[in-house]
């Protein structure tokens, strides 16, 4: 309670009871406080009801809402006033009631365990693990239990990592009732494992590591078990047999899989999901499929290992509500499952080995199969072979907006590039380092053979995570930004040059006499940066605002100097002033990028944004 509140309360108290005094002399201070304090709290939300709970009036239908609503919004995390900490710790799947309301989970149940070291003493005393909300709200009173139970849409996602308890899986698979499920599996190695391959082998057997070494995550203390009644545990990570266990449950439920997201840090396990998707004979709900596949590689020529090198057709080519897919690292039998690959809304393939990916044509016709195409991602992937490969006819692909293109070589997306007919791009997306792409930016910003505009002219939107160029190209890449709205910018290094070049302003005549303007984005109302300090901050704002283009949001670095002055003036002259971490991605950071125009022709620093 603020200061201010707590002298009105107060006040009003004093007051209260010098009335009742007046009124009845008979009764003592003590009485009279009483009776002013049971009078004042009479109508008090925050208080409890002495008889009856006008929550168990609510039509079971509303409560469930309000539970489902709850759920949303704890996956949803944490809105900017909330404190992200408190969403460290969700435990998923890895430790919940089952049906039986009394029981804690006393008995053992086959699970993928955590291994609990005395490190983790010290993080268990920093935060209490959580609960998910569905889960919670089933354990506040009989009344709740049954109706969360009974309401299939709280238990539709299932999420499976090392310590899921796959007893408990079974449970949630049931609980839906046969409703759309979202499947999602992360099968990736602690980052303090990776290197250290010939002491852990992350996908040896469950034998390989004796459960008497290893103990699990503490649970909650409202679910609190026996030290002796811990689940049986395994590495830090899901084992192969692991993964083929959350197979066995899942796999019969394929026809309600809605959306399927597994990220691995090797590729056994990619393999074997394929594999089990391959006895599948369709797969009639799925909308989303995602596949990652972060294993680092030094060679892109061809796929290793050798041995789980297999072309798979999955789920028997038949998805045919199919609209998102994300392949990294991951390839199929292309040409088998073009059945599966059309109508699609959301295109991402990353990372491909030279000998895996789909070739020109086939690349070709998956594009042609889906004419509601509206976002293509090509991160060191897309058709395989050289321009010397490919068809000379550009792909029509009027209905994308969103264009994602990083990592190739300078002579494969020089080459490719012109044979994408992509007129109604207002997104791009481009990350490129470790070369010249000079002539690959001159493409950027002119016209293509066969079109009457550069691709930069239409965006509204763009992200460089790195383009090495000269100076040249990058000014002509600067002169067609004429529509763009959001830029951001990474001015550790020579970039500061293209920031400071947002601000120069030119002379333009006006019946009230000579006035200043932009020369460059016009239209920029958002800015992200990193490296930029409050001051320069501030006056990139005022001379933005003084050439006629204000800006209505910026977001920095949480780690740039900005003192509370700065700060102040800058939420006075914009709409919106907010932070991020510089470790933050760029799809978490929801902010569009523009690209650091200035660089000479010798100068080979890129900008990275994490």
């Not at 283009?549 to 920095?556: C, D, E, N, R």
Request: negative net charge; contains cysteine.
């Amino acid at each position: 309670m603020s200061t201010d509140r707590k002298k009105e309360f107060q006040a009003d108290l004093t007051s209260g009871v010098h009335k009742v005094l007046r009124e009845n002399g008979n009764l003592s201070v003590a009485q009279a406080l009483s009776q002013v304090t049971k009078e004042m709290l009479k109508n008090n939300p925050f208080v409890p009801p002495t008889s009856g709970c006008p929550i168990n009036d609510l039509p079971n239908e509303l409560l469930a809402h309000i539970f489902y609503v709850g759920m949303q919004m704890e996956e949803e995390g944490p809105s900017e006033d909330e404190d992200e900490d408190e969403y460290e710790d969700e435990l998923d799947l890895l430790d919940w009631d089952s049906d039986d309301e009394d029981e804690t989970s006393s008995t053992k149940q086959k699970s993928t365990g955590k291994k609990k070291t005395d490190d983790d003493d010290d993080e268990d005393a920093d935060f209490e693990p959580r609960l998910p909300f569905q889960v919670l709200v089933s354990h506040v009173c009989r009344h709740f239990r049954e109706v969360a139970i009974e309401s299939p849409l709280l238990w539709t996602t299932l999420h499976f990592q090392a310590g899921t308890s796959l007893e408990r899986a079974q449970t949630w698979l049931e609980r839906s009732k046969g409703h759309p499920l979202q499947i999602e599996m992360d099968c990736t190695t602690p980052e303090d494992e990776d290197g250290e391959e010939e002491e852990i082998n992350p996908f040896a057997s469950d034998e390989d590591t004796p459960a008497s070494e290893v103990d699990p995550p503490s649970p909650p203390k409202n679910l609190s078990e026996p030290e002796e009644a811990h689940l049986e545990a395994g590495p830090s990570h899901l084992t192969q047999a692991q993964i083929s266990e959350i197979m066995d449950i899942i796999i019969p439920a394929v026809d309600r899989w809605r959306i399927f997201s597994v990220t691995a840090s090797y590729y056994d396990a990619i393999h074997l999901i394929l594999e089990r998707f391959s006895k599948c004979s369709s797969a009639p709900l799925l909308e989303v499929l995602e596949m990652y596949h972060y294993e680092d590689c030094e060679e892109f020529q061809v796929f290793t290992p050798p041995e789980l090198n297999t072309k798979f057709m999955i789920f028997g080519g038949v998805a045919p509500k199919l609209k998102s897919v994300a392949l990294w690292g991951v390839h199929i039998d292309w040409d088998a499952s073009l059945p599966l690959l059309n109508d699609l809304r959301d295109l991402e393939i990353a990372y491909h080995a030279e000998d895996v990916r789909p070739s020109f044509q086939t690349f070709s016709n998956i594009i042609a199969s889906s004419p509601e195409l509206e976002s293509l991602s090509l991160c060191l992937s897309g058709p395989a072979g050289t321009a010397k490969d490919w068809a000379h006819t550009p792909i029509d692909i009027p209905s994308v907006k969103s264009l994602t293109l990083c990592h190739h070589e300078p002579a494969y997306i020089e080459a490719l590039l012109p044979l994408l007919h992509l007129p109604n791009v207002v997104e791009l997306l481009l990350d490129y380092d470790s070369a010249d792409y000079t002539e690959f930016a001159l493409l950027l910003a002119k016209p293509l053979p066969g079109r009457t505009k550069s691709i930069l002219s239409g965006l509204d939107h763009l992200k460089i995570g790195g383009l090495p160029s000269n100076r040249n190209a990058r000014q002509l890449m600067l002169e067609q930004l004429v529509n763009l709205k959001s830029i951001c910018l990474n001015c550790a290094g020579d970039e500061e040059e293209f920031f400071e070049r947002l601000m120069e302003l030119k002379p333009t005549p006006s019946e009230s006499g000579p006035t200043q303007s932009v020369v460059f984005c016009p239209h920029l109302t958002t800015l992200m940066t990193t490296g930029v300090d409050g001051s320069a901050m501030r006056n990139f704002v005022e001379v933005r605002k003084q050439g006629g283009a204000p800006l209505s949001k910026v977001s920095m670095s949480e780690e740039d100097d900005l003192d509370e002055k700065e700060e102040t003036w800058l939420r006075e002259h914009l709409d919106e002033l907010d932070f991020f971490e510089p470790s933050d991605s760029e799809e978490e950071i929801e902010m569009e990028i523009d690209d650091p125009d200035e660089m000479d022709d010798d100068d080979d620093d890129m900008m990275h944004l994490d």
